[in-house]
T-cell receptor, first 112, second 114 residues
Framework: GDSVTQMEGPVTLSEEAFLTINCTYTATGYPSLFWYVQYPGEGLQLLLK?????DKGSNKGFEATYRKETTSFHLEKGSVQVSDSAVYFC???????????FGTGTSLTVIP | EAGVTQSPTHLIKTRGQQATLRCSPISGHTSVYWYQQALGLGLQFLLW???????NRGNFPPRFSGRQFPNYSSELNVNALELEDSALYLC?????????????FGEGSRLTVL
């Protein structure tokens, strides 16, 4: 069945460091791919998405590219800020069953 | 525009009791999803309702059930509570079934089972 594997955390980075959070998936067909973020004390909110191969989603300085050949959707940011401290979830959405598959989440802490 | 709202924010129950959690989707959204977020386990899919019908359920026992009302709000019922049911229960709504669409989440109901 469909599934997603996300980089284990927690991740601690210094401010202005480069961030990569790996995400790979298995799915029937070609799903849409989403990254959600959960800031402390808040609900999940969409960070970015890509709906077809080679699409790049971007928001708030974060980027992720839909790589069909490697079934990956890695999240990157060139220079993290303290305000980026949160838990990040990778979530493919399959074309059948209308179901989102969430990764286990990667906790990021950015220190000044 | 109001977002997805959930109630109660916190709920404390004892083993064997029943819990009822409620969710109001964004106006115009017909699909409601329920997820369990237990510590260290990420989000586990519970139930999906659309147009008043249960469309899909995750790998949870039958004591997890719910329904969707004509106004598209939804409730999740957990019977015969067990300690491991302690978790944050998240509700999300979606405008349609198109696979490119996103989910909009509420802030969750935290259930503690003692």
């Amino acid at each position: 069945g469909d599934s997603v594997t996300q980089m284990e955390g927690p991740v601690t980075l210094s401010e202005e460091a480069f961030l990569t959070i790996n995400c790979t998936y298995t799915a029937t067909g070609y799903p849409s791919l989403f990254w959600y973020v959960q800031y402390p004390g808040e609900g999940l909110q969409l960070l970015l998405k890509a709906t077809k191969a080679d699409d790049k989603g971007s928001n708030k300085g974060f980027e992720a590219t839909y790589r069909k050949e490697t079934t990956s959707f890695h999240l990157e940011k060139g220079s993290v800020q303290v305000s980026d401290s949160a838990v990040y979830f990778c979530a493919p959405r399959g074309r059948t069953g209308n179901q989102f598959y969430f990764g286990t989440g990667t906790s990021l802490t950015v220190i000044p | 525009e109001a977002g997805v709202t959930q109630s109660p924010t916190h709920l404390i129950k004892t083993r064997g009791q029943q819990a009822t959690l409620r969710c109001s989707p964004i106006s115009g959204h017909t699909s409601v999803y329920w997820y369990q977020q237990a510590l260290g386990l990420g989000l586990q899919f519970l139930l999906w309702y659309d147009e008043g019908e249960e469309r899909n359920r995750g790998n949870f026992p039958p004591r997890f059930s719910g329904r969707q009302f004509p106004n598209y709000s939804s409730e999740l019922n957990v019977n015969a509570l067990e300690l491991e049911d302690s978790a944050l229960y998240l509700c999300a709504s979606s405008l349609d079934r198109v696979y490119t669409g996103e989910l909009f989440f509420g802030e969750g109901s935290r259930l503690t089972v003692l």
